[in-house]
Structures are given as structure tokens and as C-alpha cells.
């Protein structure tokens, strides 16, 4: 991916991580389209920034995804990076008869938001010079967190079909993972201070420092994933399943939920 | 996992790795309701065995699973193990001129969300029983994808993970999750030249050897793992996950 001069689509954009990004890549001379469900968080996350633009989006829905593809290129035809940073968390209690709902959505947009997007833009993207497309996962993907075992198997799902997604368009479009670990955002209630995660700043800018290289790294790692990342090919995935359980919890407790 | 005496549901029964494995368990004594979308395969994988009944099922519509569910709890109360096998797998070429969304819809809806939903629902009838059991299929391409199927892989690595919550939050309820995951075997999941495909596992090749782990308990962190799919399994262990995928998706 190019270290300056993109036009960036960024899911989720109005928030977190990918308003963080959408920042960065902004002030060092991208051109960035935030979209996402709500207009005041965008329009708050656009402000004062020239090249940010704004566009509403809810991957959940089908048809507004392949409306949103056309305007989007129609709109902005140097549009060469598409960033799936939309995602969405639930904790989930599986023992007993529940409603599904929460999953259903995790599905609908972690899974088949990115899947969605991909599809309506590959055409364009690949009659585009430098053309990217990033997908958000966590290390999650890796070792889950048993408290949120959709979200975390909606993030196993996006990183294989990640892998998939490099092989096919090799040579055509160039295909970057980024997976952060636990990072304070409003991704779920209270994590924005949950002692332990990372300071949203000091990851966007950990972030911003790999995009900035030359190729860019397949996977975006910050040294604090590494844990989960590695923790299968160092022969301590059990090991560490038992401290992200524990260590969630206490975390979760600290922090007020 | 309890070998005999037990009344299993087997979803995607009536072919393949379901039927299979519904026969050999069938074969023990054990009470096998086979479901499936197609009432003519079921009833012919399950004439002239008596104890073997069949129940009409699409993991992938709510309301049939709604319905079976209600089905089940009238007429299988005793039903203690729920094997989720009922999958589907298709390629998708995602530079064709026209990429097909429906397959990656309908791949989650049946992988996916019909495992949630079908478990969802059954889980508080399965609590009520003694040695309760969920078997569920993944795939060896949970671990390294198949490229050339990247919505299948990624449902297999979804299940994969997911059965590991599953497990932690089910610990203290007598109800044990295994997770099965085959190699590349051959049955018609891939279509009919799969189930001649000289690289493919036998199919009785395979369940036999299911059937040898589940005698022998030899399942390891709840996943039954027979020895052709453990190059898959452990590659990212084994510091082999590159290798190993460059060789299961050789650049055309």
C-alpha cells in the first residue's frame, strides 16, 4: 500500500480504531471516506480535517452495501484502499436457550459486512493502481476469549478468509490484516478504560508506523498481540486460552462490569 | 463420550461422514434419529434398521429447526447427544466477472448459523441428561484455508473456535463438546468425482478410525483428530503453516 496519496473506504469509521486511523492516514496526505451507522459520530470524526469525507453505511444490509458501492465510486473514482474496520462484540452466556440475535448481528456484520463490501468494490479495485484491501480481525482470532465466542469466531472466520482473499488476488490487489489486541475503545461498555488494554493513541500510532514501511507487512502486529498471535506456533495455546480466560475476567471486574 | 445406550441426532445423515458414522452407532445399539434436507435419502439409509428414525431437517431455515426441535422433545426426550454435521462447500472465484454472493450467504447460513441455532436449542434438553455429548464436524481447512473455498474454510475456522468457548462455558455441566475434524475425505461434499477421488480418505477408512478414537477416549482437548488430517492441524504448531498451505493451494 502506498504511504501516501490513497482515497481510503473506512468502515466504521466514526469511532475507535477507525477513526483513529482515518486520522492518521489523513494527516499524512490521504484521502479517507468514513462511513458507518451514525451521522453525528462522522460528521464529529470528519471535523476539521479537509479530506475526510463522510458516507452512512450499515453493512447488515445487503442492498444499501451494493447502493453504497456504486455512489462511493461514483463519488470518489480514485478510491484505491478498502479498510473492513466494522466490527462489532458481544459477551454471550451459551448455557442455556437464548436469543440468537446478538450472534446473528456479530454474523451479519463481522462476517458477511466485509465479505459484502469486498464483493461490491473487487471490480473497481482491480482496475486500480495500488489497490489494498485491509480486514480488521483481533487477536482474538487467534485464542478466544471464551466470553465473546461469536465475535471471537467471527474474527478466526475473517482471518482465514483473509488468507484466502491474499492467494486469490494475488498480484491484483494487495491483501493486509491488521489484528489488534484488546484496545481502549467503546467496542464493548467500559473498555474505553479497562486497565490493561491499549491506549487508542499509542496503537494508531504503532499502527500508523507499519503502514508507513515499504512493502507493507501482510499482517499489522503491534508487539501487544504477539501473545495471542504466536501463542499456537509456541506451543502455548492451552496456556495462554487459561490466562486470557483469567485474565479477562479480572479485567472486566476492575473495570466496572 | 458414551459409546452405547445413547440417542444421537445426527444432522447431514443421510450421506457422507454423517451417515457413516450414523450406521457404526446404529451398529453399537445406540438410538440414531438421522436429519437432512432430503426425506428419500434419509429413508433409505434407514430401512430395515430398527432404532434408526428419521426427522426431516434445513439447519439453514429457522423455522424448520424450530420445528424439528419440537419434534425431537415429543418424540426422542431421551435424546443426549447432538452431532452437527450438516455442512456445505462450494468454490468461489472471487475474480470472475460475476462473483456470486448467494454461495457465501448460503455456506454461512447452513455452516454457521445453523450450528448456533441448532445448539441454541437443544442445549436445555441436553442439560437435563446424563452423559450429554456435542460432536460437531469442522474440517481440516479450519487450520490452513483452501483458497480456491474461502467461505467454507472460514465457517470451519468460525466452528473451530467457537467449540472452544463452547467448551469452557459448558466445563461444569456434564455436557462435553468434541469437535471432528475430517481430512479430505471421500464422500460428494465437493460434488459426485469427490467420492472416488484417489487423494481423498476412504470413508470408511476414516469413520472406522473415528470410531477407534472414541473407543480408545483418545480425544485430545475434546478434538478428534485422526492421523491423515493432523499436517493440517498442527502446521501452524509445527512452524509449517507457509509450507503447508503453498502445498495445499498450488499457484495455478
Redesign the interface.
Known sequence: MKTSGNTILMTGGGSGIGEALAHRFHDRGDTVIIAGRRRDALDRAAEGRERIHTMTLDVED?GAVQAFAKKVVADFPALNVLFNNAGIMAFE??????D?SD??AT?AIN??GP??L??AL?DHL?GQPDAAIVTVTSGL?YV???????Y??????????T???R????G?VEVIELAPPGVQTDLTPGQANRPGYMPLDAFADAVAEQFARRPTPPEILVDEVQFLRQA??E?R??ET?KTL?ERAAAQREAGGE | MKMTDNTILVTGGGSGIGRALAERLHDRGNRVILAGRRRATLDEVAAGRDGMDTLELDVADAGSVTDAVAEIRDRFPALNMLFNNAGISRPE???ADE?D?DL??AT?ATN??GV??LT??L??LL?AQRDAAIVTTTSGL?YV???????Y??????????L???R???RA?GVEVLELSPPYVQTELGGPQQATDPHAMPLDDYADEVMALLDAGDTP?GEILVKRVMGYRAA??E?R?AQT?AQG?P?S
Open positions: 445487503d452466556d451459551l448455557t442455556g436457550r437464548r440468537l450472534a446473528a454474523v462476517i458477511l465479505i459484502r469486498t464483493d473487487i482491480s482470532a478466544p476469549l471464551v466470553a465473546a465466542p461469536t471471537s469466531a467471527s474474527k478466526a472466520a475473517i482471518h482465514s478468509y488468507v484466502s482473499l492467494m486469490q488476488l494475488a491484483k499456537e506456533r506451543g495455546f492451552d486460552l480466560t | 472465484d472471487l475474480t462473483w454472493l457465501a450467504e454461512i454457521v448459523t448456533l441455532r441454541g436449542a442445549l436445555p442439560r479450519a484455508p483452501l483458497a480456491s473455498h474461502p467461505t474454510s472460514a465457517t470451519k475456522a468460525f466452528l473451530h473456535s467457537w472452544q468457548s463452547l469452557h462455558q459448558l455441566t482437548d501452524e504448531r512452524g503453516y498451505f493451494n499457484a
